[in-house]
């Protein structure tokens, strides 16, 4: 079996449950074609590039699984017949990262309230000024 990554994006007029019941739904669509699903997130309701059918947002979702190659594609045949499902984008990787991934990470960071570097700004002399253009 292969390794995949895949993530969709639902309608921005779902709820946070009906969200998480797509992602719950099509994580048993690849266990019942032989294949199964590593990890699983809800990155939440995020604002998009463009517009898709009439939609700014959309609830974003990311799954890695170990599966066949029938049974990821049985799923995407799925998300792309399913209503609520605008994008699906489907990756085979190597090896699955350890951990969660980059979007939780930044948003555990915002939860937590870490500034990283942008706290320590530096030494601005004994006025505080900025560095621009001086009188």
């Known amino acids: 079996m292969s390794l995949y990554e895949h993530v969709f994006i639902a309608r921005q007029d779902l709820s946070n449950a009906q969200a998480e019941g797509l992602?719950?739904?099509f994580s048993t669509v690849?266990?019942?074609n032989g294949g199964k699903v590593v990890d699983r997130?809800?990155?939440g309701v995020k604002t998009m590039a463009y517009k898709i059918n009439k939609n700014?947002?959309?609830h974003y979702a990311f799954l890695k699984s170990d599966a066949p190659s029938a049974a990821v594609q049985e799923m995407e045949r799925l998300m792309?017949?399913?209503d609520d499902v605008m994008r699906v984008l489907t990756i085979k990787?190597?090896?699955h990262a350890?951990?969660?991934s980059i979007q939780m990470q930044k948003r555990d960071?915002?939860?937590r309230g870490d500034r990283g570097d942008r706290s320590d700004r530096g030494d601005r002399g004994d006025r505080g000024d900025r560095g621009g253009f001086r009188r």
């Open 93 to 95: 990787v190597d090896k």
């Open 80 to 82: 792309r017949l399913h």
């Open 41 to 43: 997130e809800y990155w």
């Open 98 to 100: 350890e951990g969660p």
């Open 30 to 32: 690849l266990a019942d």
């Open 109 to 111: 960071e915002r939860e």
């Open 56 to 58: 700014r947002k959309g």
């Open 23 to 25: 992602i719950e739904h």
